[in-house]
C-alpha cells in the first residue's frame, strides 16, 4: 500500500526567509504527487501537482515542487515566504486508478515570524 | 462555479443519532470522496465513487455509508453516531487521470 511521510509537524521561518517543506512516499509505481495547503478552518486548496515530464513543477503563490524518483521525495520550496502562508501543507500520493484515491501526509504546520 | 457545497458547516450530535452529510458538486466530475480529518492523522479516506451507481469503502468505513444516485450528489450518512467519529469531514470531486481533487469546505462534527 502507499504511504506518505512529512517527517515536520512544526516549521517556523521568518518572512523573507526560504521554506522547504519536506514529503517521501512510499509507491509501486511513479504516483501522482501533490501538494495542499489548508488555512484555519479551510478546505483544502490544490498548490501543484506532478504527474510525468519535468521534475520541477510550479504551482500557485509562488510555490514549487521537485519529484526526485531516486530519493522518493516530493518536498515544497519557495523562495521568499510571506506572512499569509502560514497554514498546514499535506502532500498526497494519488493511485492511477481506481477513484484517484489519495493518501495525505500528517501534514507540516507552518508558522512565519514577522 | 460554486465547486463543492457541503451542509451542514457544523453538526453536534448525541451518540446513537443518525444523520446525513450533504455533498454536492457541479463540475460534472465523475469521481467523489470522503475524508475525515483528525489532528495528527492527515486525512484518512471514508468511501469514494467512481461515477453515479458505484461506490467503495475507503481506509476507514466503518459506521458510515454512502450512495451515489448521481453525478452530482454524494451523501455520507452516520448510521448510529459515537464519540470517535468526532472529527472534521471533507468531500472531494475529481474528474478522472489523476489530475486532483477539489474539496469542500468541510463539516467540523461533533458526537456527545
Known amino acids: 500500500a502507499q504511504s506518505v511521510t512529512q517527517p515536520d509537524i512544526h516549521i517556523t521561518v521568518s518572512e523573507g526567509a526560504s521554506l522547504e517543506l519536506r514529503c517521501n512516499y512510499s509507491?509501486?509505481?511513479?504516483?501522482?504527487l501533490f501538494w495542499y495547503v489548508q488555512s484555519p478552518g479551510q478546505g483544502l486548496q490544490l498548490l501543484l501537482k506532478y504527474f510525468s515530464g519535468d521534475t520541477l513543477v510550479q504551482g500557485i503563490k509562488g510555490f514549487e515542487a521537485e519529484f526526485k524518483r531516486s530519493q522518493s521525495s516530493f518536498n515544497l520550496r519557495k523562495p521568499s515566504v510571506h506572512w499569509s502562508d502560514a497554514a498546514e501543507y499535506f502532500c498526497?500520493?494519488?493511485?492511477?486508478?481506481?477513484?484517484?484515491?489519495?493518501?495525505f501526509g500528517t501534514g507540516t504546520q507552518l508558522k512565519v515570524e514577522l | 462555479n460554486a465547486g463543492v457545497t457541503q451542509t451542514p458547516k457544523f453538526q453536534v450530535l448525541k451518540t446513537g443519532q443518525s444523520m446525513t452529510l450533504q455533498c454536492a458538486q457541479d463540475m460534472n466530475h465523475e469521481y467523489m470522496s470522503w475524508y475525515r480529518q483528525d489532528p495528527g492523522m492527515g486525512l484518512r479516506l471514508i468511501h469514494y465513487?467512481?461515477?453515479?451507481?458505484?461506490?467503495d469503502q475507503g481506509e476507514v468505513p466503518n459506521g458510515y455509508n454512502v450512495s451515489r444516485s448521481t453525478t452530482e450528489d454524494f451523501p455520507l450518512r452516520l448510521l448510529s453516531a459515537a464519540p470517535s467519529q468526532t472529527s472534521v469531514y471533507f468531500c472531494?470531486?475529481?474528474?478522472?487521470?489523476?489530475?486532483?481533487?477539489?474539496f469542500g469546505s468541510g463539516t467540523r462534527l461533533t458526537v456527545v
Open positions: 472531494a470531486s475529481s474528474a478522472p487521470g489523476g489530475r486532483g481533487y477539489t
Open positions: 465513487s467512481v461515477g453515479a451507481g458505484i461506490t
Open positions: 509507491y509501486g509505481a511513479t504516483p501522482y
Open positions: 498526497a500520493v494519488g493511485l492511477t486508478g481506481g477513484g484517484n484515491k489519495l493518501t
